[in-house]
Nanobody, 119 residues
């Protein structure tokens, strides 16, 4: 059974870079036609897909965040990472990593991690 776990700082100052890691267990991020994704939910708002890294290594970014996001992976650790640059309080959200199938829906979620951007 595949499990995902987010890790990273809970508090980030404005203008800094947020870095989150998703550790995957029970399956490899380099096998299967999956998109290992980052999704966030700001307070009182809906879910926002941020980007993904395909099992092949190809990365995809949301057009609205493309200039600020970078997704990478460490296959030796079976982890993938999100970096979000120049954060503002509007980036405050619960951040989730998820395994997304080719049909476009997440089938496995991490538990989520709260990130607050504040000075």
């Amino acid at each position: 059974q595949v499990q995902l776990q987010e890790s990273g700082p809970g508090l980030v100052k404005p203008s800094q870079t947020l870095s989150l890691t998703c550790t995957v267990s029970g399956g490899s991020i380099t096998t299967g036609d999956y998109y290992w994704s980052w999704i966030r939910q700001p307070p009182e708002k809906g879910l926002e897909w941020m980007g993904a890294i395909h099992y092949s290594g190809t990365t995809y970014n949301s057009p609205s965040l493309k200039s600020r996001t970078s997704i990478s992976r460490d296959t030796s650790k079976n982890q993938f990472t999100l970096q979000l640059n120049s954060v503002t309080p509007e980036d405050t959200a619960v951040y989730y990593c998820a395994r997304v199938v080719p049909e476009g829906y997440p089938e496995v979620w991490g538990q989520g991690t709260q990130v607050t951007v504040s000075s």
